[in-house]
């Protein structure tokens, strides 16, 4: 699973939160004494007051700190050194986050910055000792979007169009202006200021466009969100259709307060050929779900399983439903689909799914 609070998304595995919990605990407390007094000194040394520990994060973790001389509150990533020139996170096994790449990205972002992506604090705020390595961040106090949703459901189609608005413009700046992909968009990995205004972050699976793409990955990131092409391994290049995807997927749970599918893929996910078949009304209408003509359309372009014909950012930008206020609102929503084992707590254990289909393939 992934999580984001304060400014960074965090992958977590998916297994029960009290195990995972234990298993944290004993990984953190085997920090050595040196790494721990080498980390007070230079907390000290640079006047830095850690108000809370946000999240463990996969080579770390990320806390909330004050600068005290500046008063700024800021949101540090402490990272392992030796785990991030490993590829190991916490726990022990291996990731595809490549935290170099992003923190490239990340300066990147700050050098040419756009208010909808966030960046790296001044150089200023940055520190590093033997062991680690401090990412100060801005601190995004309003949380992730997943949990505004969890909390309080779906929202209304206007608010929606104001978040997928600037989502689209932090993209397009990533992939015209920076010439990365995401490959990981997901609520989880929207942050939203106190204003309403998303923030896109966590950037460690991003791969420059048109660059080959390492069908491995298609282990990475969160599977409900997962363009076709990466589940399937058939991708050959990095492309911002990609994220289209992954962005269609987050603008219906979004609206809906619920996934629309589990896998992309028609011959193990009946709502996945749905949607294919062009029949996201018919499924919403199973669902109780009202949503608007304009954004079914768009949802569908957005979704489309063949990434040459899937709608991409000009379009979705040009769409109707972008351009015009929308009076209509999701009148119902329910907590899972019908049929579906599918939750907010159990939906990004890879493993769950891909074993299900390799059972279903020796069957066959």
């Not at 979007?145 to 969890?150: A, E, G, Y």
């Not at 600037?166 to 106190?194: M, P, T």
Request: charged share 25%; hydrophobic share 40%.
């Amino acid at each position: 699973m992934q999580h984001a609070l304060g400014d960074e998304m965090i992958v977590v595995d998916d297994r029960s939160e009290e195990n995972e919990e234990e298993e944290e605990e004993k990984v953190l407390s085997s920090m050595c004494e040196e790494e721990e007094r080498e980390t007070l000194l230079c907390f000290q040394k640079e006047g830095i007051e850690i108000e809370s520990v946000l999240q463990n994060a996969i080579y770390g973790q990320i806390l909330l700190a004050k600068f005290v001389r500046s008063g700024r509150k800021l949101a540090i990533k402490a990272i392992s050194k030796r785990l991030a020139n490993d590829g190991i996170c916490l726990k022990g096994t291996p990731v595809f986050e490549d935290h170099f790449l992003e923190v490239d990205i990340l300066r990147k972002i700050r050098e040419r910055p756009h208010p909808n992506l966030l960046g790296l604090a001044d150089d200023r705020y940055q520190m590093e000792t033997k062991q680690f390595r401090f990412l100060a961040l801005p601190f995004i106090s309003g949380g992730e979007l997943f949990s505004v949703i969890k909390e309080k459901g779906s929202l209304s189609e206007d608010r929606c169009k104001f978040i997928a608005g600037g989502i689209a413009r932090g993209l397009r700046h990533l992939h015209e202006k920076l010439g990365f992909c995401h490959n990981d968009i997901s609520l989880e990995n929207v942050l939203v200021r106190n204003d309403g205004t998303p923030v896109i972050c966590d950037f460690g699976l991003a791969q420059v466009i048109g660059s080959a793409w390492d069908s491995d990955k298609h282990i990475s990131g969160k599977l409900p969100y997962q363009a076709p092409e990466i589940y399937s391994g058939t991708a050959t290049v990095a492309s911002g259709k990609m994220d289209v995807f992954s962005f269609g997927v987050a603008l219906f749970v979004m609206l809906t307060g619920i996934p629309p599918f589990e896998v992309p893929d028609p011959l193990y996910d009946m709502r996945y050929k749905y949607i294919q078949g062009s029949k996201m009304k018919v499924l919403l209408k199973l669902w109780h779900v009202s949503l608007s003509d304009e954004v079914v359309n768009l949802l569908t372009g957005m979704l489309f399983h063949d990434p040459s014909s899937r709608m991409g950012l000009d379009a979705m930008e040009a769409h109707p439903w972008m351009n015009k206020r929308s009076r209509s609102r999701v009148v119902e929503t329910m907590s899972t689909s019908p049929d579906s084992v599918f939750n907010f707590g159990d939906a990004y254990a890879n493993s769950t799914a891909y074993s299900a289909r390799e059972e279903s393939t020796r069957d066959m």
